[in-house]
């Protein structure tokens, strides 16, 4: 998943082997329509499921 989102320029953590939870934080003024894009292909597909936790207005408007 880090490598697909990587042309975003993401920050991210993972939170374990066991529980693979990954954690991305897109930095202010990037693609967040092409994100979103991808982050919705990759569900549709079943390579991920993905949540928002916190959007600013640039994200819920992209």
């Not at 374990?16 to 939870?21: K, N, T």
């Not at 897109?26 to 959007?55: R, Y």
Request: hydrophobic residues 45%; charged residues 15%.
């Amino acid at each position: 998943m880090h490598q697909c989102l990587s042309a975003f320029s993401p920050g991210g953590e993972v939170s374990s082997v066991d529980f693979p939870i990954v954690a991305f934080a897109a930095p202010a003024g990037a693609d967040f329509a092409g994100i979103k894009a991808l982050l919705t292909q990759g569900q549709e597909e079943g390579w991920w499921h993905h949540e928002v936790g916190c959007g600013t207005d640039e994200w819920w408007n992209a």
